[in-house]
């Protein structure tokens, strides 16, 4: 890292910084300009937290050579992260986008669960999704049936084949998440809840890290980097929206630029989320779509049965005929990336 010392910082205080930096096994090469005393420091920046020379008398500025999320980074492992299910589905890399779709809540109805599954089981989805615990803004809405519901999505899963998606928020219902679930999904409000994220990261279930809605993609890459620091490297990203100021046609701004940013300095696998990107469902085909272009590893779209009747998120989900006829013609854009990709591998090898 590089530390910009202030125009009026005195010998002292350069010498308190480099003394400090030199304690914790840094390199210390100092420049003196004409304005400025810059510092650079070549060393280990997990032994040292920035924000104790941030808070030294004389210190203006720091600046990182590297990225803060060192086991998240492509500095740390070139190659992409591909994470395996016992069945053999595969997300990351070079295989073929993945598919997970359902109700935003799972609701007391079984029957209205298994025609979705059975519909996405017919598309050739590989995951169902579906909430047991939801996060809601009124408390006077319909927040999850909780273990019910996870006996229901593990009942779907008998029935159909498909690998279960469900959120978590608390951190006490872990294990009997971990009971039903393939993967374990942490929504955007719990994106920086590190008591959370540190409690997923000390399992062994693959994890879907939604973004936050006023998250950057450093602050996102760093959640991301709490799992993997805690033991567990199954992480997959979900790019799902930005609170925006213009919220009269959208519910959020998806940001698509974010998926290729990733994939630049992130290996871990990103999928892409345009129900909760956009909340209106004639979005979801083009921006699921324009995820898939631009590199995402897969898409998570809101599917129910009867979608004016939801009891959550009913705009932003597709009617099973819906999803059929918007997933039929995904899946021919599907296979044609996934074909040209792997054309592209063949030439380099």
């Known amino acids: 890292m590089i530390i910009i010392m202030e125009r009026d910082a005195t010998a002292a205080n350069i010498q308190a910084v480099t003394e400090l930096l030199k304690e914790h096994g840094f390199k210390v090469i100092v420049h003196e300009g004409d304005v400025h005393t810059v510092i650079d420091a070549l060393g280990d920046k997990t032994t040292l937290s920035p924000g104790r020379i941030d808070a030294m008398d004389g210190v203006k500025k720091i600046k990182f050579i590297r990225e803060p999320f060192r086991l998240a980074s492509r500095d740390r492992q070139a190659e992409d992260t591909v994470i395996e299910f016992e069945n053999g589905v595969k997300i990351g890399g070079a295989n073929r986008p993945v598919s997970i779709v359902g109700p935003c809540s799972v609701e007391d109805d079984y029957d209205g669960l298994l025609q979705v599954a059975l519909a996405a089981k017919e598309l050739g989805c590989q995951f169902l999704r579906g909430g047991a615990f939801k ?164 898409v998570m779209v809101e599917v129910h049965h009867n979608p004016p009747q939801a009891l959550s998120d009913g705009k932003q989900s597709l009617s099973i005929p819906q999803f059929k006829e918007v997933f039929t013609r995904l899946n021919t854009l599907i296979d044609t990336l996934h074909l040209e990709k792997s054309m592209a591998i063949s030439c380099v090898d």
């Open 135 to 298: 996060p809601r803004t009124s408390p006077y809405d319909f927040d999850g049936l909780g273990e019910k519901a996870l006996k229901y999505l593990a009942r779907a899963k008998e029935e159909t084949g498909l690998l279960i998606v469900t959120e978590l928020m608390d951190s006490a219902d872990l294990d009997m998440v971990c009971d039903y679930a393939d993967v374990i999904q942490i929504g955007a409000r719990n994106m920086q809840n590190f008591k959370l994220l540190k409690s997923v990261g000390n399992c062994n279930k693959p994890v879907i890290l939604k973004r936050g809605p006023a998250s950057t993609i450093r602050e996102f890459l760093l959640a991301a980097e709490h799992i993997m620091y805690n033991g567990n490297e199954k992480v997959i990203l979900c790019e799902r929206g930005l609170k925006s100021f213009d919220n009269a046609f959208t519910r959020n701004l998806l940001d698509i630029s974010a998926i290729p940013v990733i994939k630049k300095y992130s290996h871990l696998p990103i999928i892409v989320d345009p129900s909760h990107g956009t909340g209106q469902r004639y979005l979801i085909e083009p921006m699921a779509k324009a995820g898939l272009v631009v590199g995402a590893d897969g």
